[in-house]
């Protein structure tokens, strides 16, 4: 597949690709669930709840991070994760916004 354009989208378009392309993984919708569970700033728990390497669940932490959803803060050698309330706020719009485009109606089939 070549080069997406990403020009040619608008940046709810855009925002909300890069959002879901990040959610499609299982392991980093485990680690999102994880947090919401805790409800707290939690570090070296992830690698044990997964069962994965350390270095795959920091590389899927460095991908929820870059999109905003988490924020780590250091506690001595350790980095401590949570939600990021603002993001969570806004991306859950967008996909609200996304989702409620569906006009339901009656209609069971379109084709």
């Given at each position: 597949m070549g080069l997406t354009k990403i020009e040619?989208?608008?940046n709810a378009q855009n925002e909300l690709a890069q959002a879901a392309k990040v959610l499609a993984h299982p392991a980093r919708v485990a680690i999102l669930q994880h947090l919401l569970k805790a409800n707290a700033c939690i570090n070296g728990d992830l690698v044990?709840?997964?069962?994965?390497?350390?270095?795959?669940?920091?590389?899927h932490l460095r991908e929820l991070k870059e999109i905003g959803l988490i924020q780590g803060t250091i506690d001595g050698v350790s980095v401590n994760y949570c939600i990021?309330?603002?993001?969570?706020?806004?991306?859950?719009?967008?996909?609200?916004q996304f989702f409620n485009?569906?006009?339901?109606?009656?209609?069971t089939d379109c084709c």
């Open positions: 040619l989208f608008t044990q709840e997964l069962g994965l390497a350390q270095p795959t669940v920091s590389q990021q309330p603002n993001r969570w706020r806004e991306l859950q719009v967008l996909f609200d485009q569906y006009p339901y109606t009656n209609q």
